[in-house]
């Protein structure tokens, strides 16, 4: 084919791009020189380098640097994602990852791996498979799910409002909203439709307690705690109580985690969400995740011990379930490292899954549907405005937009 063999890696200065295929999965020893020296170079050039399976040097599960590793533009991998891809120390090694298929029969694969439980990767098509998605034609508001909102305080009026234009995007047929009485006029104004309940407040401005005779069984799905503060631990400690879905977000878990209640989450008749950056998950877990040493580790043995759902927030989203079940959402931007992003989702989380009867399923599988859905907002954003462009309010504003761009792209490939 033309292709010239060269015995030192000078003559590759002159090469448009640089395929890196040195090792692929399976490597456990630290890399040392010559290759090393050898990696350490090409990293230094300015071409563009595709590794194969797996930078070369990273292992294939933990995605950790053996001693030295290629820093990949991109990377192809070949039949089955390897787990050190997803990871999320892992990102500034692989570059943009693209899976390969090879056409690996399942028989083969259930060989290899047994009845371990697979880690799946959220993508377009098993999103859309568990979002309410078409509707019946027949169906009216009271069908399509009722949630409750429990957010905001005079300090943090912004986060129920964009809890509840997360929740707006999620087509839940009946969206109310309990907020300290200050905020009605302003969430009335900014979303007509939904049913605001206004709420006693502290002298700090948090709620104070629900609305006198509120019977939370009435609603499908609860989310609860953007903008609470920690002076409403009385309604969150009732909501906990409740024999609804449960979505708890911000101070929802800080709340948690000051009762020292996580344990009880077991004991819900319903199911619960909790939706934790990485310092809220040390507060809640704490240890766990340097005992672990992994991300995913870590939240699977949280869903475990809890019974709860837990969606780890990140460059590389983890959703684990009491089920075992494991998804990582592998697609996102850095343009959502913005405060009120994470509200957003606690909405849209809670408006979806209040939305079970039109599509039964698990918790998990709608909780990473939410997830793939919220990241594909933000890189949609980014796109138009630039990772610098997209703040929160924005992101609200791309929900159905991007949406509606996958179901076109779905549309034209039947």
């Known amino acids: 084919m033309g292709l010239q063999f060269c015995e030192t890696i000078e003559p590759l200065q002159q090469c448009d791009f640089i395929i890196d295929g040195l090792f692929g999965y399976g490597l456990e020893r630290s890399i040392e020189p010559p290759i090393s020296d050898v990696i350490e170079r090409v990293n230094q050039w300015p071409q563009p380098v595709l590794s194969i399976d ?23 991998c070949i039949g089955l994602w390897k ?36 880690i799946q990767r959220a993508t377009w098509k ?14 009216y508001k009271y069908k399509v799910g009722s949630v409750l909102l429990i957010c905001g305080s005079h300090q943090y009026s912004g986060g129920a409002m964009l809890t509840s234009l997360g929740a707006r995007a999620s087509g839940v047929g009946m969206c109310y909203i309990a907020v300290p009485e200050s905020l009605q006029m302003l969430m009335s104004s900014h ?40 002076d409403a631990k009385p309604v969150v400690q009732q909501v906990l109580e409740s024999d609804r879905s449960l979505v708890l977000d911000a101070d929802g878990l800080n709340v948690l985690a000051h009762l020292g209640t996580v344990p009880t989450l077991s004991k819900r008749v319903a199911s619960t969400v909790l939706t934790p950056h990485e310092g809220e998950f040390k507060r809640l877990f704490p240890d766990l995740l340097t005992t672990m040493g992994d991300r995913t580790k870590a939240v699977r043995t949280a869903a475990e011990q809890t019974g709860a ?16 079940a494991l998804w ?41 549907a939410a997830a793939w859905w919220h990241a594909h907002a933000g890189i949609l954003a980014a ?23 996958h179901l076109q792209t779905e549309d034209t490939t039947h």
Do not use: M
């Not at 070369?56 to 640097?65: I, K, Q, R, W």
């Not at 796109?383 to 761009?405: C, H, S």
């Open 328 to 368: 990582i959402n592998a697609d996102s931007t850095p343009a959502l490292a913005r405060g009120g992003s994470g509200d957003v989702l606690t909405g849209l989380i809670g408006g979806l899954l209040a939305q079970g009867k039109v599509k039964p399923g698990s918790t998990e599988e709608t909780v990473q």
């Open 126 to 139: 098993s999103a859309i498979s568990h979002l309410p998605l078409p509707r019946p034609q027949s169906t």
């Open 309 to 324: 759902t837990i969606l780890l927030k990140g460059a590389r989203t983890i959703v684990s379930g009491p089920n075992n």
């Open 54 to 76: 797996l930078p070369s040097g990273l292992h294939t599960d933990t995605g950790d640097v053996l001693g030295s590793a290629i820093k990949a533009d991109r990377t192809v």
């Open 383 to 405: 796109q138009t405005r630039t990772e610098l462009g997209v703040d929160a309010f924005t992101l609200t504003q791309f929900l159905i937009p991007a949406l509606q761009a």
């Open 83 to 118: 787990l050190g891809l997803l990871q999320e120390h892992a990102l500034r090694w692989v570059g943009a990852a693209e899976l390969i298929d090879c056409g690996f029969p399942l028989a083969v694969v259930q060989a290899v791996i047994g009845n371990a439980t697979p």
């Open 191 to 230: 979303l007509p439709e939904a049913l605001i309940l206004p709420c006693r407040e502290t002298t700090s401005g948090a709620i104070a307690q629900l609305p006198d005779g509120t019977d939370l069984s009435k609603y499908d799905a609860i989310a609860c705690g953007p903008g609470l503060t920690t």
